[in-house]
C-alpha cells in the first residue's frame, strides 16, 4: 500500500515563504509526482508537476504559481517538495500531495493514482 504523507503546511503573512513536504514511496521510480490546492469553494487546483515518464524530466506549474513556486524531489529521502515564495492570501488553500507509478498523465487529478490527506497553508495579508 503506497501512502503519501504532506507536511509543512501552516499559517504565514503574505510574502512570505513555506516549504511543504510530502514523504512518498519510491519517488526514483515514480512517472509522476504532484501538488494540487482546493480552496473553499473552489475547485482542486492544479499547482505543480513533476513529471517523469519515458525517462524524461519535465515540470509544469499553475499560471498562478509560475515564478514563485517550485516542485522539487530527494530520491535518497523519498520526497517531493514545494517550495512556495512570495505567498499571497489567494494561495490560502488545503494543498495536496499526488503521485502515480502507472504510466499515466501527469496533468489532471484522475491521472494521479495516489494523494495524501492534504495540509492546510492559510496565508493573511
Known amino acids: 500500500q503506497v501512502q503519501l504523507v504532506e507536511s509543512g503546511g501552516g499559517s504565514v503573512q503574505a510574502g512570505r515563504s513555506l516549504r511543504l513536504s510530502c514523504a512518498a514511496s519510491d519517488t526514483y521510480n515514480a512517472n509522476c509526482l504532484g501538488w494540487f490546492r482546493q480552496a473553499p469553494g473552489k475547485e482542486r487546483e492544479l499547482v505543480a508537476v513533476?513529471?517523469?515518464?519515458?525517462?524524461?524530466?519535465?515540470?509544469y506549474y499553475g499560471d498562478s504559481v509560475q515564478g514563485r513556486f517550485t516542485i522539487s524531489r530527494d530520491n535518497a529521502k523519498n520526497s517531493v517538495y514545494l517550495q512556495m515564495n512570495s505567498l499571497k492570501p489567494e494561495d490560502t488553500a488545503m494543498y495536496y500531495c499526488?503521485?502515480?507509478?502507472?504510466?499515466?498523465?501527469?496533468?489532471?487529478?484522475?491521472?494521479?493514482?495516489?494523494w495524501g490527506q492534504g495540509t492546510q497553508v492559510t496565508v493573511s495579508s
Open positions: 499526488a503521485a502515480d507509478w502507472a504510466g499515466r498523465g501527469c496533468r489532471t487529478e484522475a491521472e494521479f493514482g495516489y
Open positions: 513533476l513529471n517523469l515518464g519515458g525517462g524524461i524530466t519535465s515540470y
